[in-house]
């Protein structure tokens, strides 16, 4: 699967994550989906134990998974408001 992100790159989700990331960033997309709440969403990403949460740093330096995630995050907010 190829996902844009909102500033148009893209991120090759079977070249650029790993089997355990692909299969976290498919959860959070149904989260995402079924419009669960910001706060929700970030708790279940920003947690020990996540292939994709390194600490602070992912917010800082985000890797592919996490570019995802945050972009997710956005569209989160964006429907709120």
Do not use: C, H
Request: hydrophobic residues 35%; without cysteine.
């Amino acid at each position: 699967m190829i996902y844009k992100l909102a500033d148009g790159r893209t991120v090759d989700t079977a070249q650029d994550l790993s089997f355990e990331e692909r299969n976290f960033v498919q959860k959070m997309l149904i989260y995402e989906y079924m419009k669960t709440g910001l706060e929700d969403f970030k708790k279940r990403w920003r947690a020990l134990g996540n292939p994709v949460w390194q600490g602070p740093a992912t917010l800082t330096n985000p890797g592919p998974a996490a570019r995802i995630l945050l972009d997710l995050e956005r569209k989160i907010r964006n429907k709120r408001e």
